[in-house]
């Protein structure tokens, strides 16, 4: 069977977007030929900033044969009727079968599509899909119609196998498919053909393009560590520039440059930052003092001079650049020399945070008194935490911020240390934004954890409070993010807390049960995320009345290596079956069996030896959940396994004689209520 390779030329597409694309195209095409019939063993696709490229081994020759039935009005329907199911179908009438069904004799059309070529097939599919491309931005050029997120110059096409090549005939708005392409705009020997996939890398990287964007990431990064290393310094890792950097360059030339004396002061967030932004420069450090020294460009292409052109052009442009950043720095640092943040703060009166919730001015005092609050629960220092939340905003005002927004934060606590902030207080302007993603470290020093979390409850409570929550995909000021980040802080410091506490202390119009909710379906995603399966969750948080979330992750944790065990998943089953039998009793009876069972009215030995180990067991489990070892307790639950399978083996539960089965049943209900104290366990699957 032939393999398939198609290449479609553009003009640059944007680095953002070719990851995207080549997945879509890949997709895209693989299910429409598959819907069609075409059968295929695998497929790849390829992105550089100038094509898409598609390739599928063993391509089946011809599509599948298909039938399909098409069901018609009854037999005696009305002639009009008839007519038209005739006309969709384009059969006639001696065309049609006639089926006995339960409501009547109906027609059925059946249809037999033959297969077809593979270069048929193909040609359909692929003229559909460059016409309708999911580009999120795309554009029309010269005279024509074609629709593409830059001018398409030429389509590769062609299936090929041990005997040759052959192209795939197609044309779309005067561009004709063939099998010949060009390689690099500028280093490039003109145009060539193709015979394979092999033969087009490998053509490809004779004229300067290194096809696999994966293949062009590793020679970039391995070149700038190896140049970096040679003077004793090393890269500062940046995969998010990395990977846009491989979007730009075809064939990656890696050039080193100094920066000037005058700019090493900097912060080295600020030069990062400005290279990275402005320059799609990577950052490289000195080690022994962790001072960004040296930038690192890559070129598309090699030039007579070793790049030095390119690099001198490069460093005349970052000094500009720098020289702004230098200038916000030098300003900022003359702003708050006289007058310390509290000019910065001022200015925050007049920036709105949200219409309805006031000021950013507005909302750093409501953090503030929050942050208060929040530390004497949890044993930080109250004047402290608040005074970090009242100066973790100030830098918003900075000229810095208003230039780099990322730096937010960043620059607070330079500045705070600068007008003589201690740095526990200081790094609380930085630190209490995080976390920002899932994989950013939480917060931990006891200052920053409070202004963190009065953050974050501040955002929650007062957008619950104007009904502003998320829906659906929506989620426009982040609370999903603000959720996750206060549970994260909550449980990866093992904060000892109630929740409800905690969300009571923002606004007093928000529908706290509501919001709860809302943080325990966070919780269980980010649970679910670590291994903890739903139903386990469910158990433990719904026994914790005072809604201490790091208690139920423990208990989660423990409860669900116990279920692992043949103890732990049959008495699941022996507590459902004693709850069932004691609800249905209950129901019948019209009486809660919850008085207690008396050892006296015990009969039967398997009764009796689970009186015994209930008394034995029932101390230690208590005992153990007072001082949270749920190891422990889960192991004394254990012991209750073999008692409770041999009561219900061998003892009647419901005996004839009254004061015995209330008795008995009054001990399946002491037995819930034992396993209940742990967790609800009627929620565990299984």
């Not at 297969?115 to 040609?123: E, L, P, Q, T, Y």
């Amino acid at each position: 069977m032939p393999d398939l390779l198609i290449e479609l030329l553009s003009e640059e597409i944007p680095a953002r977007m070719q990851r995207r694309a080549s997945l879509d195209f890949e997709k895209l095409f693989t299910d429409g030929i598959s819907e069609l019939g075409l059968s295929y063993e695998s497929s790849a696709a390829f992105a550089t900033p100038r094509r898409l490229v598609l390739v599928l081994e063993n391509v089946s020759s011809e599509s599948l044969s298909r039938s399909e039935e098409k069901r018609g009005p009854r037999t005696d329907a009305p002639e009009k009727a008839i007519q038209g199911f005739l006309k969709s179908t384009g059969f006639d009438l001696s065309q049609l079968e006639v089926r006995q069904e339960k409501k009547g004799e109906f027609y059925y059309a059946n249809f037999q599509t033959k297969g077809r070529a593979a270069a048929d097939v193909i040609s359909d599919v692929l003229e559909k899909i460059i016409r309708n491309f999911p580009w999120p931005k795309s554009m029309r050029w010269g005279q024509s119609s074609l629709k593409w997120v830059r001018p398409l110059h030429s389509i590769i096409c062609i299936l090929y196998d041990d005997d040759g090549s052959s192209v795939v005939d197609m044309n779309i708005e005067g561009i004709s498919s063939g099998d010949k392409t060009y390689g690099h705009r500028f280093m490039g020997s003109g145009q060539f053909a193709v015979t394979s996939f092999e033969d087009y890398a490998s053509k490809l990287k004779k004229n300067h393009v290194v096809l696999d964007p994966s293949e062009r990431a590793e020679i970039i990064l391995q070149e700038i560590k190896n140049q970096a290393f040679a003077q004793g310094l090393e890269l500062i890792n940046d995969p998010s520039l990395l990977n846009e950097v491989v979007g730009l360059i075809e064939w990656p030339v890696v050039l080193l440059g100094k920066l000037e004396d005058e700019f090493l002061s900097l912060p080295v967030e600020v030069l990062q930052t400005s290279m990275r932004e402005h320059q799609k420069f990577f950052s490289i450090r000195n080690p022994k003092d962790n001072k960004v020294v040296q930038f690192a460009t890559v070129a598309n292409r090699e030039t007579l001079d070793g790049g030095s052109t390119i690099l001198s052009g490069n460093q005349k442009v970052l000094s500009a650049r720098l020289s702004d950043a230098k200038f916000f720095w030098d300003n900022d640092l003359r702003a708050i020399k006289t007058s310390g943040l509290n000019i910065w703060l001022e200015k925050l009166k007049k920036v709105t945070f949200h219409n309805k919730l006031g000021s950013q001015f507005e909302r750093v005092e409501r953090i503030s008194n929050l942050s208060e609050e929040i530390a004497k629960k949890i044993g930080c220092d109250p004047k402290l935490a608040k005074d970090a939340a009242y100066i973790s905003k100030a830098d918003l005002s900075s000229e810095m911020v208003y230039e780099f927004p990322e730096l937010q934060g960043i620059m607070g606590t330079y500045y705070a240390k600068k007008v003589g902030y201690a740095a526990n207080i200081a790094d609380a302007c930085k630190d209490h934004y995080a976390p920002l993603g899932p994989n950013d470290e939480v917060p931990n020093s006891s200052i920053s954890i409070v202004v963190a979390l009065a953050d974050k409850i501040d955002t929650l409570t007062n957008f619950w409070a104007i009904e502003e929550k998320p829906t659906g995909s929506k989620d426009p000021f982040a609370l999903r993010r603000s959720a996750l980040g206060m549970i994260r802080i909550i449980i990866e410091n093992d904060i000892r807390i109630s929740l409800s506490e905690i969300l009571a202390l923002g606004s007093k119009k928000a529908d706290i049960e509501d919001l709860k909710d809302f943080i325990y379906q966070r919780m269980k995603v980010f649970l679910r995320e670590k291994e903890l399966r739903h139903d386990i969750i469910d158990a433990c948080l719904s026994t914790d009345k005072e809604d201490d979330l790091a208690l139920s992750v423990k208990k989660s944790s423990a409860l669900m290596e116990f279920i692992k065990t043949s103890d732990g998943s049959n008495l699941i089953q022996g507590f459902k079956r004693a709850n069932n039998i004691l609800i249905q009793a209950e129901k019948n009876d019209g009486v809660e069996y919850s008085f207690g069972a008396d050892l006296k009215y015990a009969k039967e030995d398997a009764e009796l030896n689970l009186f015994s180990i209930l008394d034995n067991e029932e101390v230690k489990i208590r005992t153990s959940l007072e001082r949270e070892d749920f190891v422990e307790a889960m192991n004394s639950m254990a012991n209750l396994r073999a008692p409770i399978d041999s009561f219900f083996e061998t003892v009647q539960i419901n005996s004839d004689v009254y004061h015995i089965r209330r008795n008995r049943l009054n001990l399946l209900s002491r037995i819930c209520k034992l396993c209940l104290s742990v967790a609800d366990l009627t929620k565990v699957e299984g």
